[in-house]
């Protein structure tokens, strides 16, 4: 097992690369302009409510937002921020993390607050596209405004997504390419056709237009108007998450073509808009949607279907990037082990069933409750300012780590988080009208994150610990002892910690006290995720003797932890080094076979009962720890280790010996024995109980 080196195809520009980010990365922010406008004009009243002025401004605040969250931030600066070529939050929290404990506590709020978006997008993105219908008249002229229609097809397109997930989108994903850069240059002409009939509009690239309106007395949000223009950036976050996906080269290659397209279209609403302000066709339309009406009618249901064929792909990239956002956490202590399927041979693609499912049912049951994409909008984004929040923290330690001036460094946090707190309270105004569904999604996952990394803290601190080196004497001595029946020939141990030789107690414990188990080979093995993506190395140390193991296997954070798999390559490779014997086999039906018979022995962890010197709250912690842990994967399945010889041994969390129990009877030489009846009448007995 070699070190995995990230391809450097990924570091270079091409346009095969560049085609690929625009299917992967560009999603969520590809299908703003579905809503953006929309959104803003709702929120100032409706149609009969805007002026020109007001327009104008309103897209400036649009086009400024994407240049200064996503160009500046996330493509200029956040992009430089990688992990070996990945990126997101996670990513860069391992970058960071030497530099303070504190600095896991925004890593997992935004973290939380990202999954919970990964929610919500499929629900608002694919909604949308769906109420485009009604834009077509045959369609309007069957079913009118009915919602539930809307509803129906919208539940089925989402249940449809989740359900193909366990297949993989490895052959699909070769089409998402296409499809959005076809999707990026109709949104770019439709934007140009309608631009072109008003080319005033161009004014919005003045920034004096957007600064304007936050004063202005058109705009009745005032400054929570920003709750709305923050939707056209949602997808900043995403373009940096699966930066590991395509490379950075290839973001910044394809993200000019990309932002000119989304420009033109949001100044092309801009015209359209102003050009039937006072149009009383569309004063009367219930729920306008500029990007939909803008669109020439014989173009109306080829829009709506690319719109919603865009939709999935936007939420599929959030689908795919929640299931590696999971799987980073659960490698940093940070979630429960969840099994994770790679339906195929494709870097970083992977399937965790219980988030999958779990997304689906909280998408359909979101779109049920809200219904309509007003409803859903204003439920959106909300999450999304937290996890930039969050994200520009750990960029501060990023560029001071990486000694970028002081006054730089804190003048970019400074500037970036003052756009995002604002962005940020005029979200939070939405908390009440929807905002709280997205809260509370985050709460949720926050909460697990924190009981997973506190009990994970507490195991650390409580384990005992003891020296290898000063069992080597009694573990050759029972490998030899032939009077004992052979266990197995090779018995494994996962253990935590082998640094300076020392494992649990508990392991020793379950060797030679519980019940001797003779072995051929003792294998102590320890699973160490490092900071790199895809790292394979192990180190072997086995302390003179030829039957005690010490393996540290050192898998990168977006690697399958197999153990199964990894121990019957390094035992092939210690026999063709001599290092220790070869195991040939009598029954079997493998011909010539060398390599003897395996046992995993698992140690579960519960809490005794007896004074472990925790406090009451640490107690609640671990307890919740072990409740959620009967309803994720088992230990054994995690590993690879499903269709191996497991061995599950109960033990308890103890802290110390010091915490033993102490309560001791006092023996009473003479004396009678007492029944039930004379219980009340014996309390001198009872108290005979010595203070423990």
């Not at 993105?125 to 009915?146: K, M, Q, S």
């Not at 940093?332 to 082990?337: D, Q, V």
């Not at 501060?396 to 309270?425: H, R």
Request: net charge neutral; aromatic share 12%.
């Amino acid at each position: 097992m070699s070190k995995t080196v990230v391809d450097n195809q990924f570091d270079k520009f091409k346009l095969s690369g560049a085609l690929i980010a625009m299917g992967v990365v560009y999603g969520d922010i590809g299908t703003s302009p579905l809503y953006v406008m929309k959104a803003i004009i709702e929120g100032n009243g409706g149609l009969s409510e805007v002026s020109p002025d007001f327009i104008i401004g309103a897209v400036s605040l649009v086009i400024w937002t994407v240049t200064l969250l996503t160009t500046v931030k996330y493509v200029m600066i956040a992009l430089r921020a990688d992990n070996h070529g990945e990126g997101g939050i996670f990513s860069l929290y391992t970058l960071v993390r030497k530099m303070s404990p504190y600095l896991i506590i925004p890593a997992m709020i935004g973290g939380a607050t990202l999954l919970a978006d990964g929610v919500l997008t499929p629900a608002v993105t694919i909604t949308t596209a769906v109420e485009g219908l009604r834009g077509i008249p045959v369609f309007y002229n069957i079913f009118g405004n009915n919602q539930n229609v809307i509803v129906a097809i919208t539940i089925t397109i989402v249940l449809i997504l989740f359900m193909i997930q366990r297949f993989g989108t490895e052959k699909v994903g070769k089409a998402f390419g296409p499809i959005m850069l076809g999707w990026f240059t109709f949104i770019g002409l439709v934007g140009a056709y309608n631009f072109l009939g008003d080319l005033s509009v161009i004014r919005a690239i003045n920034p004096y237009y957007a600064i304007k309106l936050l004063t202005s007395p058109q705009n009745k949000a005032g400054i929570f108007i920003l709750g709305s223009v923050f939707l056209a950036t949602t997808g900043a976050e995403a373009l940096y998450s699966d930066m590991g996906h395509v490379g950075r080269k290839n973001i910044l290659g394809s993200w000019p073509y990309i932002k000119v397209c989304l420009i033109l279209n949001y100044l092309g609403q801009a015209a359209w808009i102003i050009s039937v302000s006072n149009d009383p066709k569309y004063l009367a339309v219930e729920v306008l949607n500029p990007f939909f009406r803008m669109i020439p009618d014989s173009l109306s249901i080829f829009s709506v279907v690319f719109a919603t064929i865009a939709a999935v792909i936007a939420s599929q990239a959030l689908i795919s990037g929640s299931y590696t956002l999971v799987s980073e956490a659960i490698k940093l202590h940070l979630f429960p082990k969840l099994r994770i399927i790679y339906p195929t041979d494709q870097k970083g693609q992977l399937y965790i069933p219980a988030i999958n499912w779990a997304l689906c049912l909280l998408c359909v049951s979101i779109v049920v409750a809200f219904r309509t994409s007003a409803h859903l909008e204003a439920a959106y984004g909300l999450a999304i300012t937290i996890t930039m929040l969050m994200t520009t923290i750990l960029l501060l330690f990023y560029l001071l780590k990486n000694n970028v001036p002081k006054i730089i460094s804190f003048g970019i946090f400074i500037f970036f988080g003052a756009i995002e707190t604002i962005f940020f309270l005029s979200s939070a105004t939405k908390f009440l009208h929807g905002g709280y569904t997205a809260v509370g999604i985050a709460l949720a996952i926050l909460l697990i994150m924190i009981i997973w990394e506190r009990s994970y803290l507490i195991r650390e601190r409580v384990s005992v610990r003891v020296d290898l080196k000063d069992y080597v004497d009694q573990l050759v001595s029972l490998s030899n002892d032939e009077s004992l029946p052979l266990f197995q020939t090779n018995v494994v141990y996962l253990t935590t910690n082998l640094r300076g030789h020392r494992i649990g107690r508990d392991i020793l414990y379950s060797i030679l006290d519980k019940k001797p188990k003779r072995a051929k080979v003792y294998w102590f093995v320890n699973v160490f995720v490092t900071d790199e993506p895809y790292t394979k190395e192990y180190l072997v140390d086995m302390m003179g003797t030829d039957c005690i193991v010490n393996v540290q296997l050192k898998l990168g954070f977006r690697v399958r932890q197999d153990v199964n798999l990894y121990i019957r390559q390094i035992v092939n490779d210690l026999m063709e080094q001599g290092m220790i014997e070869k195991q040939p086999q009598k029954y079997t039906i493998l011909p010539g076979r060398e390599v003897g018979d395996f046992s995993f022995v698992l140690l579960k962890e519960e809490l005794a009962r007896v004074n472990t010197g925790l406090s009451n709250f640490d107690k609640v912690i671990y307890q919740l720890k072990i409740a959620i842990k009967t309803i994720t994967t088992s230990t054994a399945n995690w590993f690879g280790l499903e269709y191996s010889d497991v061995v599950t041994e109960r033990v308890p969390l103890i802290l110390d010996t010091k915490f033993k129990h102490k309560r001791k009877l006092t023996q009473i030489i003479t004396g009678d024995f007492y029944s039930e009846e004379d219980e009340d009448s014996n309390d001198s007995i009872r108290d005979t109980t010595a203070k423990g």
